[in-house]
């Protein structure tokens, strides 16, 4: 049983991509994070300076301009580095739980990890900047997701005419998507979804599940999933109630919510009519 100030990695496994999930600050050592880069998924990595007494102060004005929920501090096995600052933040007003096990319990867990190495464009305040065509329907909503619930929950998107994405990536050093001839784009026969996966390295059946009904909705083969179709209207419907691109992402995220958590626990569940087993 966890201590009463713990969360052990299970819990945390299932708030991750929900929008229930916590705030995740990865607090290992600068060089131990050298040695393995990868972090749990939608974790942000703090500095060795965030333990000094200017580093918690900004620390906690940083967390509490915007924080929504609560916060889980994880270090390399869950001893005194995680527990210190998971206490000091709760002093501070802010609700903080440490990670049972650590880092290390997470990635013996086979929990998901992603490679932060592959963000190359960042802002003033650290958060990945992303930038894509206007007007988006599928791939320019699920990418932004996934980012979102999976990688960077601070991350900026920047909706533009097809046109200017690139002179926009190039005067602000975001990083362009979904467009023809760059790197987080369509491979072959799949979508800038499939790419994320592959790039982050995430890995997680429920994300695999839900790629097959994004590559499926994004390039004209439903077939490839009985709810890519579906997915295909949901979007398309989005797209003609929203003249707003950002009004629409956020409407987005709550659509691909409710298609990952389908995709991780109810996938197999069938609906009929009349009820089976007599009910009314």
Partial sequence: MPAPDAITCDKLAKLIGTPRAPVVLDIRREALRAEDRRLIAAARPLPDAALTPAGLAALAADLGADLSG??????????????????????????????????????????????????????????????????????????????????????????????????????????????????????????????????????????????????????????????????????LGLSRMYADDLAQLEAGMMLYDAFYRWARDASEERHDWPARGGAA
């Fill in 70 to 235: 609560p916060v889980v501090v994880a270090c390399a096995e869950g001893h005194g580095r995680s527990q210190g600052l998971a206490a000091w933040l709760r002093q501070a007003g802010i609700a903080a739980e440490y990670l049972e096990g650590g880092y290390a319990a997470w990635r013996g867990g086979g929990h998901p990890t992603f490679d932060p190495g592959r963000i190359t464009g960042r802002d003033a305040q650290g958060r990945s900047l992303w930038v894509t065509r206007s007007r988006p329907k599928i791939d320019r909503i699920a990418c932004p997701w996934l980012i979102r619930r999976f990688v960077d929950p601070r991350a900026v998107f920047l909706f533009v005419a097809p046109s200017e994405v690139a002179p926009v990536a190039d005067l602000l050093g975001a990083m362009p998507f979904d467009i023809e001839g760059v790197f987080w784009s369509h491979r072959g026969e799949t979508c800038s979804f499939d790419t994320m996966l592959a790039e982050f390295g995430l890995r997680l059946p429920a994300l695999d599940r839900l790629a097959l009904l994004v590559r499926g909705a994004d390039t004209a083969r439903p077939d490839l999933a009985p709810e890519a179709a579906g997915l295909l209207a949901a979007s």
